[in-house]
């Protein structure tokens, strides 16, 4: 099992495919982390249409440094084995 961290900022052109393409894989034992940094776009909507208990939605103020995105993900990562 894994956690896959997907970083987000007004992504809305891009999200859907991003999100088809990993809920797509073979393997299903992961959990999606989307971590926005409070889009001002239709990102949050577009994620939450994939109703899938393996992906979550979290808000956080990155301060234009992507790393606090993926730091973030990584503190709310259920599993030992991260991918972005």
Known sequence: MFSIIVPTFNSGKTICQTMSSILAQSYVRFEVLVIDNYS????KLLVDSFCDKRVSFHLVENQGMPAISRNYGISLAKFDYIAF
């Open 40 to 43: 001002s776009d239709n990102t």
